[in-house]
């Protein structure tokens, strides 16, 4: 997808024209957090429209020049033959810079992990990829707090929500949503056979307050007194909330926490998540189709990725990719590797579709 000059200066126009409005300290309130957030999304375009719009003015200079000194005309073909290598890449990065952004992109996420397939030996599972999106959060500069988790007696996890905070989240981790499979020797197994078992993990953006708004009277809210594992009581307290939305049937259960109002504001998080997933699926209903031509759909049936302990490999199936560093995936620097090639794949079928 090439860009006309034309629309090239446009860019780098308006985004001068920005640079100047925030400059001038005549913006305040509203006015200003909006073209602050215009100038922060039309940034990465500009400059690289700037990179274009450079390269072409040298490249059409040089082409220009009749040199009669033969040794400058040598530097200036070497210098041709450069720009005309390196400009078709620049002029990728613009066309991949100027993609329609997903409007969550930004946003901070939940993140929901369950044991599938597998007892045990699946919730085990679970904690593993807990830990190693916490390590991959860190790595990133991200804050992870966890909203809830139900663990079993030997460390794992049959379901753990957590919200993750920081800059650029979702679209980093949604092509997380999927069935991840794990093929090792459980540590409940004595002899030595290799078992095959799963865990869903759901990555949904986390919507501002005015987003989603929720009203009181839309929502049935039910106490009552948490209890552990076994039917022994946490506290003595009642603690634990039940939220049934009405109008479209969620139910949301929070009891980690002591403070009934605590776990009332957590629940209200979880579902205000929940139903802006909700809307934005049926937003998105036209567009299901063309998502699901992408990289995955996000569909937490669709068994995305397998971590095979016993050949020490990890094989993400949407892209054929097999990285044989399983331990450092899970310790979370590999897993980067993993979401940038998933990225990467997704723009480049996403410009084919907008060439085609």
């Known amino acids: 997808m090439s860009v006309s000059d034309t629309r090239l200066a446009q860019i780098i126009g308006r985004f001068a024209e920005l640079e100047a409005r925030l400059a001038s300290g005549t913006l305040e309130g509203a006015e200003f957090v909006g073209a602050s957030r215009d100038y922060a999304e039309l940034e990465p375009v500009a400059k690289a429209a700037e990179a274009v719009h450079e390269m072409r003015g040298e490249l059409a200079a040089l082409s220009a020049l009749d040199e009669a000194d033969a040794e400058m005309r040598a530097l200036a073909a070497e210098e041709v033959a450069r720009l ?18 997903d409007s969550a992109d930004s946003r901070p996420a939940m993140l929901e992990i369950r044991a599938g397939t597998g007892g045990d030996e699946a919730a085990l599972f679970a904690a593993d990829l807990y830990r190693m999106y916490e390590r991959f959060a860190a790595e990133q500069g991200w804050r992870v707090e966890l909203i809830s988790a139900n663990a079993n007696e030997i460390g794992g996890f049959k379901e753990v929500v957590a919200n993750v905070a920081g800059n650029g989240v979702f ?24 078992h095959t078992s799963a865990a869903t993990v759901a990555v949904l953006p986390e919507p501002d307050e005015v987003d989603v708004q929720i009203e009181d009277k839309d929502l049935k809210i039910d106490i009552y007194r948490a209890s552990g594992a076994g039917g022994q009581h946490v ?24 403070s009934q109002h605590k776990n009332k504001a957590k629940a209200l998080q979880v579902l205000r998540t929940r139903l802006y997933e909700k809307m934005r699926s049926e937003a998105q209903g036209a567009e299901a189709e063309a998502r699901k031509a992408m990289v995955g759909s996000g569909d937490r049936s669709e068994r995305i990725r397998t971590y095979n302990f ?44 907008m060439d085609g």
């Open 84 to 101: 005309r290598a390196e400009l078709p890449e620049a002029e990728r990065a613009l066309a991949i810079a100027m993609l329609p952004r």
């Open 310 to 353: 016993p050949q020490g490999r990890v094989t993400d199936h949407r892209i054929n990719l097999t990285l044989h560093r399983l331990p450092e995936i899970l310790e979370g620097p590999g897993l980067g590797e993993l979401i940038d090639a998933l990225i990467a794949e997704d723009q480049a079928k996403r410009l084919a579709a």
């Open 171 to 194: 679209a980093r981790l949604k092509f997380e949503s999927g069935v991840h499979r794990v093929q090792r020797v459980p540590v409940t197994e004595s002899g030595g056979r290799i």
């Open 235 to 258: 506290n003595t307290t009642d603690s634990a909330v039940r939220i049934t939305h009405l109008l479209s049937g969620l139910v949301v259960i929070q009891q980690d926490e002591r």
